[in-house]
């Protein structure tokens, strides 16, 4: 009898402490759908979702949605995120000493399941390809590729209508010009570890 005494209270503290722990949460802002970075917030882009406390995690409380519409995504943001203030700014996209650029790369130029938030090196050669993706039989290699160090910000796979996959890159603003008079054909892009060099 005194097992089941003790039994019946273990188990009505346990239901206490749960209770306590769900009293904790609280209705935050999540990301509803897909927003891009520089992307201003719409109502359709966000939902109200319960997520615990965290001291250490200054969550968007869903009573302040109002103040977030017309904002815009300081990052790339994939549905589930929970905004919190420092994914939230103003149009001040791409940040300071980057520039977004976009390119339409063929099948073999860029590794197949890429997708958006990925590093990659960008490998940028002198020499492009022709219509028939070979080089130029009477150009020879005029050294080793530049590379340059870019995330991904979006992956449209609908493409330019002609086969290729549009890929949108951030990457320092110095790299810009090197990206921008590279050959048709002459840019590779390689996922490299998150952090990596």
């Known amino acids: 009898m005194a097992l089941g005494g003790l039994l019946v209270i273990v188990c009505v503290l346990g239901y ?11 209705p935050v802002i999540a990301v509803a759908r897909p927003v891009a970075a520089g992307q201003a917030f719409t109502a359709a882009d966000l939902r109200q979702v319960s997520a615990a ?3 250490g995690l200054q969550l968007i409380p869903a009573e302040q949605a109002q103040q977030v519409i017309g904002r815009t995504a300081v990052v790339p943001l994939v549905p589930g995120t929970l905004l919190t203030p420092s994914l939230v700014g103003e149009a001040a996209f791409p940040p300071a000493g980057k520039v977004a650029a976009s390119l ?10 890429l997708a958006t938030g990925a590093r990659v090196a960008v490998y940028v050669s002198a020499t492009g390809t022709g219509d028939d993706g070979q080089a130029p039989a009477n150009t020879k ?9 870019a995330v991904v910000l979006g992956v449209d796979l609908a493409g330019d ?6 890929i949108t890159l951030l990457l320092d603003a110095s790299d810009g010009p090197r990206l921008a008079a590279a050959p048709a054909g002459g840019v590779v892009l390689m996922q490299t570890a998150p952090g990596g060099n």
Do not use: C
């Open 161 to 166: 209508g002609q086969g290729a996959t549009v």
């Open 53 to 55: 406390q965290d001291p």
């Open 104 to 113: 339409a790369l063929k099948p073999g130029q860029y590794p197949q399941g």
């Open 16 to 26: 206490a402490w749960g209770a306590v722990r769900l009293g904790d949460r609280l």
């Open 141 to 149: 290699a005029a050294g080793s590729p530049v590379q340059l160090q």
